[in-house]
Structures are given as C-alpha cells and as structure tokens.
C-alpha cells in the first residue's frame, strides 16, 4: 500500500467533521472521495496532506508516518491540486516550475526545466507558459494546478475537483492524461468529485462519505442507485451505454414535464 489512512479523525473548532476513518490506497489505481457538499471531502484530503493535522489516527505514506516527515519529504511524495487554485503575481511557468521544489536545491537544473517544458507541451499550455497567474480564467489556472503536480513526480496526486473548471474537452483531455500517468507510472491518485458519471468513467475505486464518515468503499463497479440514493437523498437508475455505466435521474426530468405540461 502507497497510502494508508488509519482511524483519523478532525474537528474545526469543536465540530467533529470526519470521524474514524480508515481506507488504503493502491499504487496504479484513481479512488474518487464522494459525498455531498460540505460532507469533509476537502478537509479528508487536507489531512490526507498533512496541511491539517487530525485530532487522531495516522496517516502512512509507504509505511512511514507524516507525523515524522518534514514538509519537503512529504511534497516529494504527495502532490495537491487545491480546489481553489492561488493565483500569485507570478508567470505559468514559474507557478509550475515550483513543482520541482522538493526535486531541486537552490538551482533550477537542466532536467528540472526540460521536465516543465514536457509538461507545458502535454497540456497545451504553451501561449499561456509566460502569461501571469493572476490574470488567467478559473480553467486555465486549473489546468496550471494541474501541471505543477504533475511536474512534482510524486507517487500520490491528491486532487480536489480537479476538473470543477473546465470545459468538457478539457476535462476529458486532463482526466485521460491523469488516467495516463496513473496506469504508466504506477502512481496512486485520490481525487474529489461531484460528477458522479465522471467518477464512473475514470475511478477504480470509490470511497463515498455520508456525515462525515466512510458510507462504502469499494471497487467503482460496485456503485449502486441504493448507495447514491442513500448518500445523496436522490433517486438514480444506472445504465450501461457503449460499455460504459451512466447513472440518470430515476424520474421525469423537469425539462420533460414542463414541455409536456406547455
Ligand atoms: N476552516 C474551516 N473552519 C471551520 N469549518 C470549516 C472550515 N473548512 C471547512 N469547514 C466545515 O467543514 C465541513 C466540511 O468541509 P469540506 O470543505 O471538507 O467539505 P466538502 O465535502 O469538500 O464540501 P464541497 O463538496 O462543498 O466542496 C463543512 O461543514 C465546512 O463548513
């Protein structure tokens, strides 16, 4: 197991938002984190990265806890994409050059460079390269996010909604790349998520919370309208269409009804 999760939980303040939870992450394999809005999907993710320390339990990356890592240790083998992405007065490049900090001592190298280059050529990011962070749209900053934990080469990504800002080509197009990296260089991604037929698509695990603690976990096949209906309070009916599981609303949409009502 690249990560284990064992038994944490968190307050803010004096509100408990996770509670006992407990799951191992696989090397070469995407786990989709589910729940609805506000269930701790974040807050798991941010412990999950030693930026929040839980009130208890144990986070191990290959066996070792972060408790006893420094901050550069564990940047060198967990990557974050935030769901609000900084933006700083700073160019592209230079944004995702920082995702060779913990690869580099005081000097950019030649293979640091030709690292960023690869990666700015892979997301097509070359007329944005020297643009200002500051001045790029929710998508192109996301896509930059995306870009500095991918130069960061680290054997987990932690992504929270990665593709919550973008339009459904590139959505596709940095899912698959996430997908690409996964399964070709053997690392483990955890990402957030709304969209549950995304979810479907792209995961091979699922870990869905409901109040703050672990509803189900288990292989992305295993996904039932029940389990959504039970976590989300919405009833689903999953279909498969050209190989792949869809889930639908198991109503009428409104849509329909007022066409047919007019
Ligand atoms: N810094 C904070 N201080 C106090 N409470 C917080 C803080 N950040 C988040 N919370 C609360 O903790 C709970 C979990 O928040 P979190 O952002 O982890 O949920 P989430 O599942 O990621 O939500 P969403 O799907 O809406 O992004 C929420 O009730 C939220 O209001």
New binding site residues.
């Given amino acids: 197991m690249i990560l284990t999760v064992n038994d944490i939980s968190f307050k803010?303040?004096r509100?408990t938002?996770l509670k006992d939870i407990s799951f191992t992450i696989k090397k070469g394999e995407i786990t989709v984190v589910l729940?609805?809005?506000?269930?701790?999907?974040?807050?798991?993710l941010?412990c999950m990265n030693g930026i929040l320390k839980p009130t208890c339990g144990d986070i191990l990356v290959a066996g070792k806890n972060i408790k006893k890592m420094g901050l550069r240790e564990i940047s060198g083998n967990m990557s974050y994409v935030a769901?609000k992405c900084e933006s700083a007065r700073m160019t592209a490049f230079d944004a995702i050059l920082m995702g060779r900090r913990p690869h580099m001592g005081w000097k950019v190298g030649k293979n640091d460079l030709k690292k960023v280059d690869g990666v700015i050529k892979h997301l097509g990011l070359e007329h944005l390269a020297l643009n200002h962070v500051d001045e790029m749209s929710g998508g192109e900053l996301q896509k930059v996010a995306i870009a500095r934990a991918l130069v960061q080469e680290t054997d987990i990504i932690l992504l929270?909604?990665p593709t919550s800002s973008l339009d459904m080509k590139n959505q596709e197009e940095i899912l698959e790349l996430i997908e690409r990296v996964v399964k070709e260089h053997r690392v483990a991604a955890v990402m957030?998520m709304?969209d549950l037929n995304t979810a479907l698509r792209y995961a091979d695990n699922y870990i869905f919370?409901k109040e703050?603690s672990i509803f189900d976990t288990g292989p992305i096949e295993k996904v039932s309208p029940v389990m959504v209906s039970e976590v989300y309070g919405i009833s689903v009916e999953i279909i498969r269409h050209k190989g792949y599981s869809v889930i639908i609303p198991a109503t009428e949409s409104r849509r329909k009804t007022t066409k047919k009502a007019a």
């Fill in positions: 803010y303040n509100h938002t729940g609805p809005n506000g269930v701790g999907k974040t807050t798991l941010k769901q929270d909604e957030t709304h919370l703050g």
